[in-house]
Structure formats: structure tokens, C-alpha cells
């Protein structure tokens, strides 16, 4: 159809720069999948789904919240996230992206400011592109650049509520954002700190509850903390004050409009939430893996990022490519990550560790790099 002659124009661009995304099956030792704690096929969350299901959850909810699709499985999952991440209150969303798009859609209203880390996700920006709010980017992890755009702005005539948006670990580069500082900031400012703890949650502070757990207050904070990475299901959570609840079960359309994630599913994180409680030994031996493959990759360029988020930048997408080609092809399921979804000329491989692999598997996918490169 010539109606769609500009979209094959599109795709044909894409390609010819190296750029155009293709689905492929899963193959090959698992490097770039976000099972961190390999709990997507642990056998007692296997065991939990079953169990759910001989009690009568259904797996489909019927509708959205707001009409039947309440059910008793997701009040559940609210109200024991609440309390496992320290918040006042938590709502649930079929995915991350869900949830973040809602968030920055519906929470900063017209006359705020959000100051957001550059590197922040594209689930941020879709919201905040939705939003009503002024939107500004600060440099990564440069706690003083969200303090002078805040400055900037009150020097400007801004009155509302600054909003600072940031991930506590960033997913393509594996580093940490300088949370002490920033929560002082928005303690300075009374702004709101917004914490996408997607790649933290399960993995990093106390009994897997993310980086946030180390703050000494969390009245000002709200977390987004994702199910399907670490804890092997599906679906997020945000928590935060009540009133963020209630405002996003009364505002936010993408809440609202949705059909409600599948009561099962809810089921099964809630028992995710319990593994990751009673088996901190997942995080020791994950933990163990990351300095080991720090060590190991070390020679073939890799740098330590202190998680399990090793990025190998090459820079250009073609060669990117090629070598992530090669290394499937070697039997390592290493994907490599190009432009828009990293700035441009940072083409990288990103390694992941996870429970589903060993120092071995480390070890000989080093060898083969070194070979490689």
C-alpha cells in the first residue's frame, strides 16, 4: 500500500545504518536477559502459580481496577509490597513502562518542574511527553546540575513543586545514582524524589528492597520497582505516600483505562517477594559472579561497573553488531545495544549476569571475546 510507503522509507533508513531491530528467539547462555536471581524458572515459584491456581486465582482479572478486575490477589500484592519496600501505600501496573508512563503523566502538574537524569529510561520521557509539566534534563549522576536547574527555575518565576527523576541503576551502563545526595536536594528544595529502581529491586539493599531502602526518610519519595527482572515475573509496582495511590486511581488515565494485570501473576510476585526475603543467599552467590566476571572480563575491556550491568562500549553500530553476531553465533546470547536506545556513538555490548549462568560460562565467554576483539 502506498499509504505505508513512508514507514518502509523508515525501516530501510534504519537498516542501511545499522539500526533496524529484529525479534529472535532465546538462545545460547543467557547474557543479556534480567533474571538476575534466576527466578523466572525457580521451582518455587513454580510451585506458588500452582498453588494459586488450585485456590481459584483466575489468570485473567476481566477489567480494568476501577470496575470488576479488582481482585482480592492484587489488594494482596499492594499491601505486602508496601510494607517489604518501607512505603505508606503501592499500586500495581502490567509493566514498568505502564507505570512510569502514568507516573510522569499524571503526578507533576502544570507550573512543576521535572529535572530528570539524562540517561533516564524512555518509559520517562513517553510520560513526561504527556505531561503538563516543564521538563529538563541535568547530567548524569551530577547531583549540583538538578540543583542549579531547580535554582535556575525558581530564579525564573517557577512556583510549583520541583520533581527529580532519576534510576538508582542505570541499565546500560550498571552504575548508581548519587541517591544521599540527591535526597538532599529535594529535602532543600521540597521537591519530590521519583526512584526508578527497576534494576535494583531484588538485587541491592537489605533483603533486596533497592537502593532507597538506605535513605533515612522516605515522605518525599516515590519508588518504581519493576517484577519482571529479579523477582522473574511480571508487572510493576510504585510506592510511595497514599496520596500518590489515590491520585493515580483518580487521574491517571493509563491506570484507569487499562485492563487490570492478571490476578495469578499477582499471585506469583507476591511469592517473588518472599523469595527474595528468605533467600538472600541468591544475592551473595550473584554478588560473587560480579566480581568474578569483573576480574575476568577485565582483559578483554570491559570496565567494572560494581553490578551486574557490564557494558563493553565499541561505538560504532555496525561493529556492534558484528560482534554481537559473533558471539551467538559462539553460543553466547550477548545482544548489542545501539542509538536511540543509548547516545549516539555509544554502541555497546550489555553484558548481563545472572543466576542462570556460572564462572565457567564467564570464563569461556571471556576467551572468546579476547579472540574476537
Known amino acids: 500500500m502506498a499509504t505505508l510507503d513512508p514507514h518502509r522509507d523508515d525501516l530501510a533508513a534504519l537498516e542501511a545504518r545499522d539500526r533496524l531491530r529484529t525479534l529472535k528467539p532465546r538462545q545460547g547462555v543467557d547474557f543479556s536477559s534480567n533474571d538476575y536471581l534466576g527466578l523466572a524458572g525457580s521451582p518455587r515459584l513454580r510451585a506458588a502459580v500452582a498453588d494459586a491456581l488450585a485456590r481459584g486465582v483466575p489468570v485473567g482479572s476481566g477489567g480494568s481496577r476501577l470496575l470488576r478486575g479488582n481482585c482480592d490477589e492484587h489488594e494482596a500484592l499492594e499491601d505486602e509490597a508496601a510494607r517489604f519496600f518501607g512505603s505508606e501505600a503501592a499500586l500495581v501496573f502490567a509493566s514498568g513502562f505502564a507505570a512510569n508512563t502514568t507516573l510522569f503523566a499524571t503526578l507533576p502538574q502544570t507550573g512543576d518542574l521535572v529535572v530528570y537524569d539524562a540517561l533516564i529510561h524512555a518509559s520517562a520521557h513517553e510520560g513526561m511527553r504527556l505531561g503538563r509539566a516543564t521538563c529538563v534534563a541535568a547530567a548524569h549522576n551530577d547531583a549540583g546540575a538538578v540543583e542549579d536547574a531547580i535554582l535556575a527555575w525558581r530564579g525564573a518565576g517557577g512556583t510549583g513543586t520541583p520533581w527529580i527523576a532519576v534510576e538508582s541503576l542505570y541499565s546500560m551502563d550498571g552504575d548508581r545514582a548519587p541517591l544521599a545526595d540527591l535526597a538532599a536536594v529535594a529535602e532543600r528544595h521540597d521537591a519530590v524524589l521519583l526512584i526508578d529502581e527497576a534494576h535494583a529491586t531484588g538485587v541491592l539493599g537489605p ?54 494485570p492478571s490476578p495469578l501473576m499477582a499471585s506469583a510476585v507476591r511469592a517473588a517477594l518472599r523469595i527474595v526475603a528468605d533467600e538472600p543467599e541468591r544475592r ?57 536506545t543509548v547516545p549516539i556513538g555509544t554502541s555497546r555490548l550489555r553484558i548481563s549476569l545472572t543466576l542462570n549462568v556460572t564462572e565457567a560460562d564467564i570464563t569461556a565467554l571471556a576467551d572468546t571475546l579476547e579472540t574476537l576483539r
Open 207 to 260: 533483603d533486596g528492597r533497592g537502593l532507597t531502602a538506605a535513605l533515612p526518610s522516605r515522605a518525599n519519595i516515590i519508588t518504581l520497582h519493576t517484577a519482571g527482572k529479579a523477582l522473574g515475573c511480571e508487572g510493576a509496582l510504585l510506592c510511595g505516600p497514599a496520596v500518590m495511590r489515590n491520585f493515580l486511581v483518580n487521574r491517571g488515565r493509563g491506570f484507569i483505562f487499562s485492563t487490570a
Open 284 to 340: 551473595t552467590r550473584l554478588s560473587a559472579l560480579v566480581a568474578f566476571a569483573e576480574r575476568t572480563l577485565a582483559r578483554c575491556g570491559v570496565a567494572a561497573s560494581g553490578s551486574q550491568i557490564l557494558p563493553l562500549v565499541i561505538g560504532d553500530d555496525a561493529a556492534t553488531m558484528r560482534l554481537a553476531g559473533a558471539l551467538q553465533a559462539a553460543g553466547f546470547d550477548v545482544r548489542g545495544i545501539r542509538p536511540p
